[in-house]
Structures are given as structure tokens and as C-alpha cells.
């Protein structure tokens, strides 16, 4: 891809050209635009070495070329690292007052800002502010790391490492990449734990942090599908996007009714939900109390609906519910059996069309970024693994849906 790599005045300025770096051995095609002050840390020539093009930083270089215009249109992301307060408080009052100004305000792709400042600058009001304006606008900063600043000073404001802004700037533009692989469509996607009650303030829950059903609802909507987002309870926001409807539920009796009702003439759901199997069997309307006999209450557990299995069942009975059915089996495997092995089973008796299988236990994918997925079918043998950011299997799963779908 083409990227405009802005670089303001600050001591990590030189850390930019490592991000540089990781970009062009990438194979991207990276166009530096510094400002003067970045020019007193890092000079033109490192920078023209580093990207092998000629480094423009003045509005009226190169002017036959219309850079101040051009370059923020035909780049598909525009990074600034790093950002200082200064260059994000220019940004956020639209200030073109260098070619890096201007290329800001003529971008049409996504923007990220890499901030760099001590502590007292980051949380200062005004650099909030301006932060907030520019988020409001779509403006992608990234939350500064913690750690060593300039002198001995440590503390929030720290430049994040070049991986790390690589890292995030490759999902942000994969995440604005739209495709049509589900354009027409309708998915249903339950995303998150439920809530099992046992009184008024307490419950049974798990835990989902709801990552993965959401990037699923976002990957979907991203293929131009109409999608409802089923969401328990969540560590993450719930997205919000033109394409998605957002439907809250507690329990796994609210996640059943939510399902037989917003998944009829939908084409697909995708139940990334850990639904509770049991729940108290009796939940009281007062807040059990404490003795002072120190005795403690006994817990009976029941059965919870199985909404996978129930929704099959009622497609099989005729109710218009969606032609692919996902199931996801959360399994630890045993030591006579693999989790696959386990998922395999799951598949013939849940009956959907595909189940994701992946190995879960303490530490291991609940609340996790990253995942590590098989995908089996239930009208073929071949098994697709995916392994990345809860984005990547994401897609992957989006895609496989539209095939089956097609
Ligand atoms: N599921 C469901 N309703 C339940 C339990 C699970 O719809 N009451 C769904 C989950 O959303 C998931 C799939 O069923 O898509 C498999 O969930 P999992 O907990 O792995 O399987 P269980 O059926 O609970 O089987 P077991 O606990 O015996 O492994």
C-alpha cells in the first residue's frame, strides 16, 4: 500500500525511521513528509534513504506535483508518528500551515496519530481535547504507552513501540477495507457472556469478554452485511456501525428469545456467545442473607435452554431461521481426547452447518487479542485453521459463512 508517513518534532522522531523500516520491508510504498522541527532531530537525507524517495516538506516544493493535495488522496493511510501536542493540537483546529498540515486536512483515508509527549502534556485539558475532537472526527490516535520518556522522567506519553504502531495501523486499514462478499445479506451474530441470576445483585456468569463476536459482527458489516449483534455482558464496547443493530441481553432465556426472534429470514447466525449450561434453579427476588451461624446456602443448579440446538430444531420444524447455522465449541480436551476430536463430535450433535473449535483454559483465549481456531464443516471433511488477531479469524469465519452462503 501507499503511506504518508508524517513525523513532527519530538526525540522519537528517530524512532520513526524504525517504523519506516518495518513498512518498507513490508514492501510498502512509504512517502515521509517531516516537519521542520521533526527535520531538527532526523535529517531529510536519513529519511530519503530510509523510504528511497525524495522527502518534500514544504508546501511549495514540488508544486507542479499538487503534493499538499494529492498525497493525502492517493495514500491509503496517513500515519503521524510521532505526534506531538503541538502537531495534534494544529490537526485538531485544521491548521495547514506545512505540507503536512495540508495533507491532513485533504485526506480521504484513514488517519493515525502516534502520540509522543510527557505525561503532563498528554493529560494537560487542552491536549485531551484536541485528541477528543480528532477522535470524534475518525481520526485514529492511538493511547501513548507507558514507560521512559525523554530524560529520567517515566510515565504515560511514551511513543509505543514502531511494532505496535504497525501493527494497529495494518488492522485499521484492514478494518476500513469494505468488501461485498455478503452484500444483500443478513447475519445474526451472538457476542459475550451471559448472566445467570441468583438474587437481585448476584449471578452465575463466565469469562467472555465478547471480543470475538464482536470483531464477527464488524467483519460481517465490513462485507456489507446487515448485521444484529446479540451482546451479554462484554469487556469491549459494543460497535457502532451503520450496518449493525445492537440487541442487549442478561440471561440465556433473554439470548433464546432474542435469537427465535431476530434471526427469523436472516440468512446466517454466528453463535459466538458462551451461554451459561446451568443456572440457579431458583433465583430469589431478596438478597439472601448472611448467618450469623456461618452456614452458607447450597446452590441447585438446572439445565439452560440450548439456544444452538433449539434454534436447528426449529429451523427443522419449519420456522424461517437462517440456512447456516455457526456453533463455536470452547473446548480444554482431555487426556484421551483432543479438543478437535471433541469439536468433531459437537458438530454431529449440535447438527449446524459450521463449528469453530478452539482450545480454551486459564489464560488461553477469553479476554486474549489473539486466537487460534479450526473451522469444520458439517457437508465436508476439510478443516480450515486459522491462527491471528481476533480480527483475522474473524474474517476468515466471514468468509467461509459467505461460501457456504453462495
Ligand atoms: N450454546 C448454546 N446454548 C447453550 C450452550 C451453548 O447455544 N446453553 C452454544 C454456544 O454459543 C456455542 C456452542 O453452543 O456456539 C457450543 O458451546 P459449548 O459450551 O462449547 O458446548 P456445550 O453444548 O455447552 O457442550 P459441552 O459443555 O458439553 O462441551
New binding site residues.
Partial sequence: MRIVLGVTGGIAAYKAALLLRLMTEDGHEVHVVPTDSALKFVGKPTWEALSGRPVYNDTFEAVEDVNHVLQGRRADVVVLAPATANSIAKAAAGLAEDLLGNILLTATVPVVMAPAMHTEMWENPATKANVATLRTRGVHVIEPAVGRLTGVDTGKGRFPEPEDIWAQTQQIVAETQTGDQLAGRSVVV?AGGTREALDPVRYLGNRSSGKQGVALAKAAAAQGARVTLIAGAMDVQAPTHPNITVVRIES?RDLLDAVLEHAQHQDALI???????FRPATATNEKIKKHDDATAPTIVLEQ??????TSIEQRAAGQPLPRVIV?????TGDETTSPLE?GRA?LQR?GCEILVVNEVGIGKVFGQDDNDVTILFANSHEEVSVRGSKDVVAKAIIEQVAAALA
Fill in positions: 451472538s440465556t453463535m459466538a456467545a458462551a451461554v451459561a449450561d439452560t435452554e440450548d439456544v444452538l440446538r456453533g463455536f465449541a470452547a473446548e471433541y459437537k449440535k
